[in-house]
């Protein structure tokens, strides 16, 4: 399921957000999951869907669409009173108004100690299930991650991969078979399990680098490289629609990978 809020921005004497807004608003996302069910989010927050050793949160989000900024240095001046934001997640229909319910009408602030903006959600509507086909092209919304791992010092360090790079097609078609595979806990197995064949990837634009910054200024900072670009994605509709509502690549929770159909 996929929803649209719509976020207004009641202070308009300041309105500056930080570029690195991505965990603060992730942050809040399990905060209000937790408003509903304590326990599930905790279980969500700390393991998530098992598939093949690894964990998955299975939702995503966009970054905020704000229709008119300014960006000075590492800060975004919000122009607009308005924003929006897809949030996704790859669960039952049946969760629809339990999730919706929960959003509605929160109050919210992102930011960090030297600027913040507070947000209101006005409006949430949930878009209707599309219908998925063996071939989509898609866009995403924020970026997507892979990675593998190397040494560096005798010590693992992930290696953040291109589009371009060999390696990312692979990596990208276990990732989401993992994700399909994860998300089967929520309703009946298939027939037949897919395999790392069924999953044809094709770039269709020149990606665009970028790096983000999590839990900035804090002695757990971190930094993620993700690829904002357009792609084709040959796989059976099971397999599209695990990506589309649980998002592509990895660190999905953190708001990498979110995807809209091209249009």
């Not at 690894?54 to 009173?81: C, E, G, M, V, W």
């Not at 790079?165 to 078609?173: Q, Y």
């Not at 929520?186 to 790096?211: E, M, N, R, T, Y």
């Amino acid at each position: 399921m996929r929803f649209n809020l719509t976020l207004n921005l009641p202070d308009n004497n300041y309105k500056v957000l930080p570029l690195n807004y991505q965990y603060e608003l992730s942050a809040w996302i399990y905060k209000v999951i937790n408003l509903g069910d304590a326990s599930f989010s905790f279980w969500l927050h700390s393991q998530g869907y098992l598939a093949n050793g690894r964990h998955y949160k299975l939702f995503t989000f966009s970054r905020l669409n704000i229709p008119q900024f300014k960006i000075a240095q590492d800060r975004l001046q919000i122009i607009s009173t308005t924003a929006t934001l897809s949030l996704s997640f790859y669960m039952p229909a049946s969760a629809e108004t339990f999730i919706s319910g929960l959003f509605k009408q929160q109050q919210f602030s992102l930011g960090d100690t030297q600027s913040q903006v507070k947000f209101e959600v006005a409006a949430i509507a949930a878009e209707p299930t599309p219908a998925f086909k063996p071939q989509t092209q898609f866009r995403l919304v924020s970026p997507l991650c892979a990675s593998t791992q190397r040494d560096q010092q005798g010590k693992l360090m992930p290696l953040y991969l291109s589009p371009e790079d060999s390696g990312f097609k692979k990596i990208f078609a276990e990732n989401l078979l993992n994700k399909y595979a994860a998300g089967a806990m929520l309703k009946a197995p298939p027939a037949v399990s897919p395999l790392l064949g069924d999953v044809q990837f094709h770039l269709l634009s020149k990606p665009i680098s970028k790096l983000v910054t999590i839990k900035a200024n804090t002695p757990q900072q971190t930094k993620v490289r993700g690829y904002l670009f357009d792609f084709e994605l040959e796989a059976s509709p099971e397999l599209t629609e695990a990506g589309y509502f649980a998002g592509f690549g990895e660190k999905n929770s953190l708001g990498f990978g979110c995807a809209e159909f091209l249009k």
